[in-house]
């Protein structure tokens, strides 16, 4: 049965940074993409960060570019979703997500996953 758990969301102030982690188990995800995604009250699940399992290749959209990245260890089977210089429009339930790697335009659509973990919230504060 596969399991993917997120963890290190909370409370956190403009400006500072924050490490969320996914520990996942119970399958190999050798030939998968690790996905993060946010989901904000009313709003659409949104991709935030992509990872190959295999090669590290990451894939970061407009908003978040320069500002987050992801790792992934293959070892301890976590992918780290490293968020800096947080904002309000930020704020939102974080899901860590895994899917069949495909071209990585599919990577930022909700739909190309099919195992997701339970979410872990993130608050910035002004």
């Known amino acids: 049965q596969v399991q993917l758990i997120e963890s290190g969301g909370g409370l956190v102030q403009v400006g500072k940074s924050l490490i969320l982690s996914c520990t996942a188990s119970?399958?190999?995800?050798?030939?998968?993409?690790m996905g993060w995604f946010r989901q904000a009250p009313g709003k659409e699940r949104e991709f935030v960060a992509g990872?190959?399992?295999?090669?590290?290749?990451?894939v970061i959209p407009d908003s978040a570019e320069g500002r987050w990245f992801i790792v992934r260890d293959t070892v301890k089977s976590t992918v780290d979703l490293h968020m800096n210089s947080l904002k309000p429009d930020d704020t939102g339930v974080y899901y860590c997500?895994?899917?069949?790697?495909?071209?990585?335009?599919?990577?930022?659509?909700?739909?190309?996953?099919?195992?997701w973990g339970r979410g872990t919230q993130v608050t910035v504060s002004s």
């Open positions: 997500a895994s899917g069949i790697r495909g071209p990585r335009h599919t990577w930022q659509t909700a739909s190309h996953y099919d195992y």
């Open positions: 119970g399958r190999p995800f050798g030939s998968r993409v």
């Open positions: 990872i190959g399992w295999n090669d590290g290749y990451t």
